[in-house]
């Protein structure tokens, strides 16, 4: 079930200078019951007392309501760097396969879902614990306009890279905002990918070709076992299909991929469901990445979740840093996926998601290398 639906936050914090916002009041007037902190700096830290572990959980409690300066953010396509390349360095040589695109994050610090390998805990755990709503959209819509205006061609922009774009939307409302907006805007396009059902604002509006939706998705014994809390593999499915009959662009991202004991037959119902129920663009494949000091965070906070993925025999040696399985499991993974996907439409786009160049190699004439979730392309 999804229980972004539900949310409720133990106190929020608002920042004194965005007080008088209307945006900030708006969202203050639904939790009429919910204690409220002015605070004078957005920089800080209400469960320093706490282990990063306990103020990981915690933390998905608290909402901050504020300001950013900085909404929107190049993505260059180099998801790491090799440790002997300078910091100041424009040259990608993180070896692992990704697409250049802009960051779009109105909402920061986390969501109000415990995904065992999301990354975002880890990156986010230098942070203040707190989920935060920047409320100044104008800033937001300025800085949208200048990145397109001074790119060429399609251009993206990812809501879904460091956030769930639609798990509280019914509190930000911020996708009545944006899919009108960037319907005006002929080469923007705004990709929105999320593990929720909640789509209740997106029914509503008038769909466009800008605005992408797309599921992560996985076997739901993977949901149940490490995406506690998020939509069902169903609800995840069926949301789907009522953007696409509403007429919204649809794609599906099958990543983290694991191997399990079973995963092929779980993986197989997953795809017919999948290509049966919808007609998805592209289809985007990806399997479990993760630093080694991720396991010791997931493992204190998330208990056996966290002992559990940890078991799984992933080995050191990718060039981002991350843990992984070894390379022929994983060309085994995506060769079975792309087998089952291409038997129900030999022609659907297929991406891989954040991979290595020996298995970008060995899959070279199975996917469109230059077609993934995150970016848009000239067809």
Sequence with gaps: MDIAKQFKPETILLWQQAADCPEAKRIISLFPNVPVKLIEHQNINPLQNLSMAKALIKGKRILMLGHSSSFVGYFEGNPSRLPEQNEGSKTNTSCIHCRPYYKLVPISNGCPYCCTYCYLAFVYRKFSPFIKVNTNYDIMFKQIRKALKESTGPV???????LDSL????????TALLVPFFADLSRAHLMLLTKSSNIDNLLKLAPNRQTIMSWSLNSQK????????????????NSALACQKAGYRIRFRIDPGIIYSG????YAELIKKMMTQTSPENITLGMLRI????FNLIKQAYRNRGKILSSYLLVNGASDFKMRFEPQKRIQFYSFLIDAIRSFDKNISIGLCRETPDVCTALKNRFNLNQCNCIVWNN
């Design 156 to 162: 993206s922009f990812n809501m879904g890279e460091m």
């Design 167 to 174: 798990a509280l939307d019914h509190i930000t409302n911020l």
């Design 222 to 237: 993977m949901i149940d076992s490490f995406e506690p809390g998020t939509a069902s593999f169903d609800e995840r499915i």
């Design 263 to 266: 995963w092929q037959n779980d």
């Design 291 to 294: 630093l080694p000091g991720h």
